[in-house]
């Protein structure tokens, strides 16, 4: 073929990539490889199913031997927020691009991908969009904060949640500790995630659906965790291991200076400098949750070169903006453990 087109595009899209506004095209180049000038081409992209809208560029002249880039504000493309919204169950899609001249087509091409259920996160594809699903906005987060402030003050602490306020290592230790025990009170039953969800992804629930149900996989608790920790002002981190993920918190106002670490001895350099703490969330969902220390004990021997992946500074995802998803259009499981959720909290 004289013609090629020259394509880059995500893997995985959700209702996550549209709140982000997560391009779906990264890339779109035509290129001329033989020696005639074509004109006045027509270049369309549909999908299958109609998660986006079609688009259509018109190519005024192609020239022999060169490429037409599709520059980024033109390869904007309109997602179909309603119907991700709506997908409880990841699909199989399609995007065709044609490449037409008249009524002769010079090149049809399809893209498979993946569409995401609104509640899943995609993996390795979109590794920085785990973010979007912390969710301290969430109901159930300030029913965990009030619980709390309630241990905080039955063991004689100062109550107030405010953060770094006090910039005191030993506070913010305090805060996680109670929160440590706030979430132990839920009595959570631990679910196994998926095998490789570090890499391909699972759906996550959210803090309400969390307490609602009382189940938790390592990375439903983890976002539940650090949902908690970042709506009471703190600076946490998502850590994500071979098949594990645990949390981190930074004990003074810091952040990195990047979305992801992938360096592991980047973590423990922080935890040396008693800069950060990191811990293990699965053990609050045990019949006999660990202590605190415990947690944190559990959590910095996972910290190795051979299965650490990536953090992922919640901080630093903000100032991204990388926004939390709405928790009116995430899933919530009904039934009588709400009520039972709701008597421990309240």
């Not at 306020?165 to 009595?187: G, I, M, N």
């Not at 998926?194 to 609602?212: C, H």
């Not at 922080?270 to 053990?283: A, P």
Request: one cysteine or more; proline letters at 4%; a negative charge.
């Amino acid at each position: 073929m004289s013609i090629r087109a020259q394509v880059s595009m995500v893997s995985k899209i959700g209702f996550v990539s549209h709140q982000n506004a997560v391009p779906l095209i990264r890339e779109l180049i035509l290129c001329n490889e033989s020696g005639k000038t074509y004109q006045d081409l027509t270049l369309s992209l549909t999908a299958s199913p109609e998660f986006i809208e079609s688009k259509v560029w018109k190519i005024d002249r192609l020239l022999p031997e060169s490429a037409v880039h599709i520059h980024e504000q033109d390869r904007n493309l309109r997602l179909n927020a309603a119907w991700l919204a709506e997908l409880s169950e990841s699909v199989q899609g399609e995007i065709t691009l044609n490449l037409s001249h008249g009524d002769s087509t010079l090149i049809s091409s399809h893209y498979p991908l993946e569409i995401l259920a609104k509640n899943e996160w995609g993996g390795n594809s979109m590794m920085e969009l785990l973010a979007a699903f912390v969710m301290p906005n969430d109901p159930a987060v300030d029913r965990l904060i009030k619980a709390t402030s309630d241990v905080l003050r039955r063991a004689g602490k100062n109550d107030q949640l405010d953060g770094y306020k006090s910039q005191s290592r030993t506070r913010t230790w305090e805060f996680c500790s109670a929160l440590w025990t706030a979430v132990c009170d839920l009595q959570l039953s631990y679910a196994l995630p998926p095998a490789s969800f570090e890499s391909v992804g699972q759906k996550v629930r959210t803090p309400t659906a969390i307490l609602n149900g009382l189940v938790a996989t390592c990375l439903d608790s983890s976002l539940l965790f650090v949902a908690a920790l970042e709506q009471l002002g703190l600076n946490p981190l998502l850590i994500l291991t071979t098949g594990h993920a645990f949390v981190g918190l930074w004990l003074q106002p810091q952040e990195f200076s990047q979305l992801l670490t992938e360096d592991v001895t980047a973590i423990r350099k922080r935890i040396d400098l008693d800069e950060m703490v990191v811990f293990e969330t699965t053990l609050a969902a045990c019949a006999q949750p660990a202590s605190f220390s415990q947690a944190v004990e559990s959590a910095s021997r996972r910290l190795t070169d051979e299965d650490f992946h990536v953090a992922i500074d919640i901080r630093r995802a903000r100032m991204q903006k990388i926004k939390p998803l709405a928790s009116q259009i995430m899933p919530e499981t009904s039934g009588t453990a709400k009520t039972v959720s709701e008597n421990i909290l309240n």
